[in-house]
């Protein structure tokens, strides 16, 4: 478990906000579909709670954030399960030129 955790450029990917919108969209568009609302049906706070609560009780729904969440974290573009050794030296999310 420690090697994968060294993997990973956790760090730097959390600076990076497009990658924490994957990472929500990884959890929340599998439960919404499960429950077969959309965004614009959670208008209070409660049916958000109540949404999420449903959602960890529910085995498969839990499998389905799982698989999604794994497919945000993991690069394609990579062999094996982590980062390249480039990407795991940098501080702060690369800047395309």
């Known amino acids: 478990m420690n090697e994968f955790k060294h993997r990973l450029n956790l760090k730097v990917r959390l600076r ?12 929340f568009t599998p439960i919404l579909a499960y ?15 109540d949404l999420i609560t449903d959602a960890v009780r529910n085995p498969y729904v839990l499998g389905l954030c ?20 480039n ?8 800047i395309n030129d």
């Open 35 to 49: 429950a077969g609302l959309t965004a614009q049906d959670l208008t209070t706070w409660k049916a958000l709670i």
């Open 66 to 85: 799982v698989v999604s969440v794994w497919n945000a974290i993991n690069d394609p573009t990579t062999a094996g399960l982590g980062d390249s050794s």
């Open 16 to 27: 990076n906000p497009v990658f924490i919108m994957q990472v929500i969209l990884a959890i």
């Open 87 to 94: 990407a795991l030296t940098y501080k702060e999310p690369k």
